[in-house]
């Protein structure tokens, strides 16, 4: 059974950086991407970041491209998410997915197993 922990998140002010962490384990089998997605109260989950297991690939949402980098430890098996410059619309529980077979990446149905998400909370 894939497990993924994230960890991380906390109160922050705005322009200030905070940095995600999600550690993988029981994998049998290499992942296809990792995605971190996040959710704000009243709102659907969103695409925040993927990177590619195998590649150097990374692709980003609109809203931040710039501020976030994405990027992985094969060895640790583990990806986190580098959140520079945050805004109050960052508030959000963020959640580390991981996607076995799909090409696509954008999509909460692209993804196999979940995290537990952790809370980033943006003060102005």
């Known amino acids: 059974q894939v497990r993924l922990i994230e960890s991380g998140g906390g109160v922050a002010q705005a322009g200030v950086s905070l940095r995600l962490t999600c550690a993988a384990s029981g994998r049998t089998f290499t992942s296809n991407i990792m995605g971190w997605f996040r959710q704000a109260p009243g709102k659907e989950r969103e695409f925040v970041a993927a990177i590619s297991w195998s590649f150097s690939s990374t692709y980003y949402a609109d809203s931040v491209k710039g501020r976030f980098t994405i990027s992985k430890d094969l060895a640790k098996n583990t990806v986190y998410l580098q959140m520079n410059s945050l805004k109050p619309e960052d508030t959000a529980v963020y959640y580390c997915?991981?996607?076995?077979?799909?090409?696509?990446?954008?999509?909460?149905?692209?993804?196999?197993?979940w995290g537990q998400g952790t809370q980033v909370t943006v003060s102005s």
């Open positions: 997915a991981d996607n076995l077979r799909s090409t696509s990446y954008d999509s909460t149905g692209d993804y196999d197993y």
